[in-house]
Structure formats: structure tokens, C-alpha cells
């Protein structure tokens, strides 16, 4: 056999993929080839590593090279230089924001030093498609140990001493969930993963699927044992067509290896897996909806009791938890609970991954411990803030969670503090905003996605998230009246108090933090018919600064002749006639001119 | 009369595909909750749901034709009127929301000359919005067909469309 010198990892996750990965790995395999290196050089695909803004993403092994934003045309140089002479390729590697140093080596990226990746361990360094390399990091040891070596009620407690919560929103303490379904009286009993990942902008769920979904699987053999269950069901959406592909193959491997079927490990314990994909409904993410959706009705929540845990899908009792619980299970059986409890704080315990996005340096993944700081997460790991403009919130939490300001951002992140100041932990959805973005516009923003995303059962979500955003868009549009703030927050608590599911109860949830940490920006819509951020357009005025050189240009390109001054003089505009198309601004030679 | 049309039935799909959906049909028999599945392997082959379509389907599974317009209606995935034959799916969520994806939708219907939800008279696009493709990394994002296109400009989409076109 030959020996293998360095192995070329290729991302090939939904984000990487987008940005031309798979014809990088094309033109590497010819190149190659051509070099006559194709024997000792092997490339290997991997799932996510969470930093996709920077895809696609190439690491060589054994050196560790973290090759971002890798095209076609970069492959011939990148085989001969580093593959070939062993010289790195400096214009390949990444720049921090901040200090323009350019990091050769994965781990000394300011992105992942103070990450702790134990969910996300394999994510980007095996191949998912392969279940030997799953099974080389230690993966199905945990299954063997809980099959062989345990009883379910041991499980159980095992996994109640981790203090394990679900990371699907709520943060309910999962062992206690699967003591509930233990308990309960069954002939039949199901297991159910819910990859529903409802919350626009958090893709975690996905990324675990794609890059590690025998750790779910795992996961969720384990819970089928702890519970009495011999069938699970993976609720997965449809827009994740590659997480699909993958946990199809990952099923099939585990089933010709005897890990999924009958009598596992000789144990005598049986359990299948199927999946049905989801049909384009946030609803059916909430648990209730979810298991309708699964025995093909209409994806409608039901009043609860009676839980899952006593009477779920097709009747029967179901254990249902998120997709990172289930990857959380395995090291937890591993590493025992007494590791993980020693990691997080009192009452949060183990890491917690983050989807960062919105107008940060490093968009991407972040796992870490529960208890660090909101400010650690953004600026130690997410490199700031874009273009160096100031922070102003941090929306976590989706459409039902809230906003945390800067005088927040040294709060530890665990699920107690941050209900306590008005978010939630939800699923792990960060969303970053600088100084441009408008805290009401946020606001209707989520609102308009839960209203569209309204089953309609129930009056008070229905009608009263309507009500709610035709208020918020009067309000954008400088049409707000004195008293809307106050109709908002009796809606608010009338909806929280009265809707029968968790989309209505939290719907206002946006509305409600947003008014407790920024009100001024509501009442500066309303009474000044001004949007702070300069982000409303039927708000934003423009006026000429003292940078002015009096020109002209702009007074010629207004249409409507709005802009007054002498040649080298300063202008002014006329407000009253400004139309506000903009035209000046990008007229101007001196950035003269500003909205808001 | 030319090949193309005596292969046109009613339904708007032709007999080989009609076969295709008794064929799918035949794999769910008896089993429980088959009928998302159904619909969703239904419409990756007629392209979208018509009223025969859903008629066939009732009576196979023994399902109200009823219930079956009141799954079809409630997500969003399925679509009962005929689609173009490429799919623009143009991402609103958070993510993209914060990196200008009201822009990028705004460059596609001035485009396209159509609005969100709707068909170009020629059939060439549909053109859809979706609540995140989990592509978040390269806000603001549009998938056509199979294909993710990320960071993108509202300058960008007419070179993009005309890939398609
Ligand atoms: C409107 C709504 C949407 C939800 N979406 C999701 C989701 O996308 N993924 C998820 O895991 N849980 C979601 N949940 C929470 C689930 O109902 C349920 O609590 C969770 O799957 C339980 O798993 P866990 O205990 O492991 O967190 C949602 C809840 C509501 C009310
Ligand atoms: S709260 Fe909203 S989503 Fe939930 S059941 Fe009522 S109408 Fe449906
Ligand atoms: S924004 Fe348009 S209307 Fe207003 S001053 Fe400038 S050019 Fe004139
Ligand atoms: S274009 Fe700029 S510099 Fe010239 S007159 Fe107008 S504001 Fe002043
Ligand atoms: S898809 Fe490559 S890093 Fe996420
Ligand atoms: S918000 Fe657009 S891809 Fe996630």
C-alpha cells in the first residue's frame, strides 16, 4: 500500500458548495493526477466547519493550513507551491479583521481559539459520508456502552446528572423528558428528532446533519433504548436538501453495519430510522404541529396536556428533543455525566453552538461554553463589528426571542440570565446590528415573519399579530399616532397570555424588547416622524454637511430643485421638497450629503 | 397534430408521468401518513399539484379530496398552479434581512418585471422568497433550481438571471 503524506480537506457543506467548491475539488483531483501525486496526496470531503462566509474552505493536513476563498484557478499554484514544495500559499490563507495578520494554521484563528468544539468536533474533519471515519473518532462506543453495559433507567439518570437542557428553544432538562417517556404506558413508542430549524438565520441543525449525522443517529439509538422505543423519525426541512442526502446515507451505513435494525450489539434491542421531510411551515416546529405533520395532517399545534411524552405520534408515547440534544448524548454516555456537569454554569450545563450572522467580521459558527460572555462571542470570536461601525444589539433567540444592547454584553449566556432580561436562548440564532440598522424595522421584521407564519387556529395570534404589524408599519412610515407604544404593550401581554402555542406566546417578544431597551427610537418615529438609524426611507431625510465645497452638482441633479446655494457657498436642502431620491448623494464629490 | 400535444392530457402532465404517479402510489400503500410524501414526489414529477392530480390521489389513498386541498394549501412547499421551469427562491430571513435581502428581491421583480409569488408570462420563472436556505454565511443568498448564489448585489442578479434565461 501506498503511503499516504497529506491529506487535502475540501468543505463540501451547503455554504461552501454555493461558492464553487466542488469545482475546486475537480480541478484539484486533475492536478494531481497530472503531478502524479494522487497516490500519496488524498482529498477528502468534508462536512461544515462553520465559517462558510470564508468558503470555500481547503485544510491541508498534516501542517494544519487553513486555505479560505479557494477558486479553480487558485488550484495549479496551490499543488505546486504548497503540495509540491512544501511552500505555503500566503494569499490564500486568512486575514484577521483587525490585525490584517494572515494565520496559517486552523487553530490559531481568532474564529476558533476560544471556541470549545465538542458537538461540532467532527464537523469539517471527517468525512460524513463514511461511516469508518465516524466510527474512528470513537463514534457508536457510547451505543455499545449503553447497550452492554447499562440499564434505560440508568441512562436516564445518567443523563439527568449531566444536566443536559434542550437546545430546541425551550431548555427543558432532557433527562427528565425521557424519564417521562420511560414511564409512560405503551405497547409502542417512538423517538422523534426535530431538524425543523424554524428560526430564519441559525443553521447549526444543518451543519451537525451535514457534517456528523451518525452523532445524531447515535444520539437517538441511545434514547430509543433509555425510553423503550424500537422506531424514530427524523423531522427534517425541506429546504436542506444536503443534511437529507447525507442522513439517508449515514441510516443506510449504520443498517449494513448492524448499529441500526435488529438485535444491535446482541442485545436484543431493535430500533429503526426513517425520515420525512418537512413541507415549508415554521409552525411545525413546535412539537405538537410537528408530530400532526409526521402522520401527514395539516401542520397545526394542539393544546398540550397531554404531552408527547404520554400521548404523541399516532397516540403513542414520544420522546421528542432537538437535533443538538441528541448530538449531545454520546459524550455524555462517553465521558460520563460528571465530565460534562463540570463544564457551563449552575443551571446551564455543557457547550452551546451559535449560528452568528447579521453585520459581524465572522459570520459563522461558534460553539462554547454556557456561561461565557455575549461580548466574548462577538468580538473575541466574531471579530467586531463590520467596517468598524458601532455595535448596537444582539437579537437572539429568532422571531421569539429578544434584544441585548451594549450595556448587556458582559451578561454570561445561559438560559436563566437571559430570560431574565427579556431573549431567550432559543435555538442559538445571533443576529448582530450596528448603529445603520432601525431596532422598530427589526421588530417588524420578526413580527411579519410570525404573522405570515401563523397557522391561523387561534384569535388572538391570528388577528392579533395583524393588528400589531399594520401599528409597526404605520410607525415606519411616520404615520404613528401618540398611544401606539402603549396599544403595542397591551396587545403584547393580551397575545403572550391568550395564544394556545408557543409561535403567538413569543410572537411579541420582539416588539416587547426591543420597546425595553430602545422606546426612544419608537418615540423618535412618532412624535419627530425620524428614524434614528437613517434606515425607514419614508423617514430618512438628507442634509448637507459643513464638508460642503458648494460645488453644485448636487443642486443640478435634483429633480426637483429642492437644493438651494451659491457656487462655493454652502447648500441646503429644503426638506419640505425633497422627495428623497437620493440622487444628490451619489452626486456628490465631497460626501457631503447624509440620510437620517 | 404534433407529438408534443397528443402527449398533453387534461391534467397538464402526460400518460408516462400519470404511470409515475401510480408508481408512487403503489410504494406508499398502507403506509401511515403518506400523504406529505405522496404530494411532494407527486409534484417533483408533474411540477406542481393540478386538480386531477389530487384526484387520483384521493381516491387511491382513500383520502377526501377536501383534506387533501387542506394539506396541499397549508404548506408552503406545495403549489397548485403551474410553475416556470426555473425557480427563483430568493432568501428573506434574518441573516440575509440584515444584509440588504429586501434590495436583492426589490433588483429581481424589476427584473423580471413580475412580483414575489408570481410567473412570468413566458413560464420561464417563478419567482419565490424563503425563510432562510441555511446559507446564512453568505448573506444575502437566492437559490434558481438546485443552485445556491451567495453574496450577492442587487448589480449582480441581471448577469445571474441571464444564465437561466
Ligand atoms: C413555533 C415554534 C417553533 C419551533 N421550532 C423548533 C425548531 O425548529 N427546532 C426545534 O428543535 N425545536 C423547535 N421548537 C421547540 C419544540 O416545540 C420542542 O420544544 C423541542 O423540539 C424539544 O426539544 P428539546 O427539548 O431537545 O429542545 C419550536 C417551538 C415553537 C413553539
Ligand atoms: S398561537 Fe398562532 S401558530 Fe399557535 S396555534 Fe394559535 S394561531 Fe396557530
Ligand atoms: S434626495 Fe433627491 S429630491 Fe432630495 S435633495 Fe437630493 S436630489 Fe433632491
Ligand atoms: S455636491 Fe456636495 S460639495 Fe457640491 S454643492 Fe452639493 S453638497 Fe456641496
Ligand atoms: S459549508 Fe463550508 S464552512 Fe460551512
Ligand atoms: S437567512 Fe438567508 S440563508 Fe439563512
Redesign the interface.
Known amino acids: 500500500m501506498q503511503h499516504i503524506r497529506a491529506h487535502v480537506l475540501i468543505c463540501a457543506g ?2 461552501c ?3 464553487g467548491a466542488k469545482r475546486v475539488e475537480a480541478a484539484l483531483q486533475e492536478e494531481l493526477a497530472k503531478k502524479g501525486l494522487d497516490k500519496e496526496i488524498k482529498i477528502v470531503e468534508t462536512g461544515c466547519h462553520g ?3 470564508a ?1 470555500p474552505l481547503v485544510i491541508v493536513y498534516p501542517e494544519g493550513t487553513f486555505y479560505v476563498r479557494v477558486q479553480e484557478e487558485d488550484v495549479p499554484e496551490l499543488v505546486e507551491s504548497h503540495l509540491y514544495k512544501g511552500r505555503i500559499v500566503e494569499r490564500l490563507l486568512y486575514k484577521e479583521p483587525v490585525t490584517h495578520e494572515s494565520v496559517p494554521n486552523y487553530n490559531d484563528l481568532s474564529f476558533y481559539k476560544k471556541q470549545q468544539r465538542m458537538v461540532l468536533a467532527n464537523c469539517g474533519h471527517i468525512n460524513p459520508e463514511v461511516i469508518g471515519d465516524y466510527i474512528a473518532s470513537g463514534g457508536y462506543e457510547a451505543l455499545a456502552k449503553a447497550l452492554t453495559g447499562m440499564s434505560p433507567t440508568e441512562v436516564v439518570a445518567e443523563v439527568k446528572k449531566s444536566g443536559l437542557r434542550g437546545r430546541g428553544g425551550g431548555g427543558f432538562p432532557t433527562g427528565m423528558k425521557w424519564g417521562f417517556t420511560q414511564n409512560a404506558v405503551g405497547d409502542k413508542k417512538y423517538v422523534v428528532c426535530n431538524a425543523d ?7 447549526m441543525d ?1 451543519s451537525v446533519l451535514e457534517g456528523d449525522p451518525h452523532r445524531v443517529i447515535e444520539g437517538m439509538a441511545i434514547c430509543g433504548y433509555a425510553i423503550g422505543a424500537d422506531e424514530g423519525y427524523l423531522y427534517v426541512r ?4 444536503l ?1 437529507i442526502k447525507r442522513l439517508r446515507i449515514a441510516i443506510d451505513q449504520a443498517e449494513e453495519m448492524g448499529l441500526l435494525g435488529e438485535n444491535i450489539f446482541g442485545s436484543g434491542f431493535n430500533f429503526r430510522l426513517k425520515i ?2 418537512g ?4 409552525v411545525c416546529g413546535e412539537e405538537t404541529a410537528l408530530l400532526a ?8 399545534p394542539r393544546p398540550r396536556p397531554p404531552f408527547p411524552a404520554i400521548s404523541g405520534l ?1 397516540g403513542k408515547p414520544t420522546n421528542i428533543n432537538n437535533v443538538e440534544t441528541f448530538a449531545n448524548i454520546p459524550q455524555i454516555i462517553n465521558k460520563g455525566s460528571a465530565w460534562y456537569a463540570s463544564i457551563g454554569t449552575e443551571k446551564s450545563k455543557g457547550t452551546k453552538v451559535f ?1 452568528l ?3 459581524i467580521n465572522h ?2 459558527l461558534a460553539e462554547v461554553p454556557m456561561g461565557i460572555s455575549m461580548r466574548e462571542i462577538i468580538f473575541d470570536i466574531g471579530g467586531g463589528i463590520i467596517g468598524g461601525k458601532k455595535f448596537k444589539a444582539v ?1 437572539i433567540g ?1 422571531p421569539s426571542g429578544g434584544c441585548l444592547p451594549e450595556q448587556l454584553l458582559d451578561l454570561p449566556v445561559d438560559y436563566d440570565s437571559l430570560i431574565q432580561v427579556g431573549a431567550m436562548m432559543g435555538s442559538g ?1 445571533l ?1 448582530v ?1 450596528d448603529e445603520t ?1 432601525c431596532m422598530v424595522d427589526l421588530a417588524k ?2 413580527l411579519a ?1 410570525t404573522q405570515a407564519e401563523s ?1 391561523g387556529k387561534c384569535t388572538p395570534c391570528r388577528e392579533g399579530t395583524k393588528r400589531m404589524l399594520e401599528i409597526l408599519n404605520r410607525i415606519t412610515e411616520g404615520n404613528g399616532k401618540e398611544g401606539d407604544i402603549e396599544l403595542l404593550e397591551e396587545m403584547s401581554r393580551n397575545i403572550k397570555n391568550t395564544a394556545l402555542c408557543g409561535l403567538g406566546q413569543t410572537a411579541p417578544n420582539p416588539v416587547l424588547s426591543t420597546l425595553r431597551y430602545f422606546r426612544n427610537e419608537y418615540e423618535a418615529h412618532i412624535t419627530e416622524k425620524r428614524c434614528p438609524a437613517g434606515a425607514c426611507s419614508a423617514l430618512t431625510g438628507y442634509s448637507i454637511t459643513e464638508l460642503c465645497k458648494g460645488c453644485g452638482l448636487c443642486k443640478k441633479s435634483c429633480p426637483v430643485e429642492a437644493i438651494s446655494g451659491e457656487i462655493k457657498g454652502r447648500h441646503n436642502i429644503n426638506s419640505e421638497a425633497c422627495i428623497k431620491c437620493g440622487a444628490c448623494i451619489a452626486k456628490c464629490p465631497f460626501k457631503a450629503i447624509i440620510k437620517g | 397534430m404534433s407529438k408534443d400535444q397528443t402527449n398533453q392530457c387534461c391534467c397538464g402532465g402526460n400518460n408516462e408521468q400519470f404511470a409515475k404517479l401510480d408508481e408512487v402510489l403503489v410504494k406508499y400503500e398502507g403506509v401511515k401518513g403518506a400523504l406529505i410524501p405522496v404530494l411532494q414526489e407527486a409534484q417533483n414529477v408533474y411540477g406542481y399539484l393540478s386538480k386531477d392530480i389530487i384526484t387520483r390521489i384521493g381516491e387511491k389513498l382513500g383520502i377526501a379530496t377536501s383534506q387533501i386541498y387542506g394539506v396541499a394549501t397549508f404548506y408552503s412547499q406545495f403549489h397548485l398552479k403551474p410553475r416556470g421551469r426555473n425557480i427563483i427562491r430568493v432568501c428573506q430571513g434574518t441573516a440575509c434581512h440584515v444584509r440588504g435581502a429586501k434590495a436583492i428581491l426589490q433588483a429581481l421583480e424589476d427584473n423580471l418585471k413580475i412580483s414575489a409569488g408570481s410567473t412570468t408570462p413566458d413560464l420561464k420563472f417563478t419567482l419565490e422568497t424563503v425563510a432562510c436556505i441555511g446559507a446564512c454565511g453568505l448573506a444575502p443568498v437566492l437559490m434558481i433550481n438546485d443552485d445556491t448564489h451567495g453574496r450577492l448585489t442587487p448589480e449582480a442578479i441581471p448577469g445571474i438571471l441571464a444564465k437561466y434565461a
Open positions: 451547503t455554504g458548495t454555493a461558492s465559517f462558510c462566509e468558503g430549524e424554524g428560526d430564519p438565520g441559525a443553521f444543518r425541506a429546504e436542506y436538501p443534511a420525512k421531510e413541507a415549508g411551515a415554521f405533520s409526521i402522520e401527514g395532517k395539516r401542520g397545526m399516532w449560528a450572522t447579521g453585520r459570520t459563522g437579537q429568532g440564532g443576529v446590528m440598522t421584521f420578526f415573519f397557522c
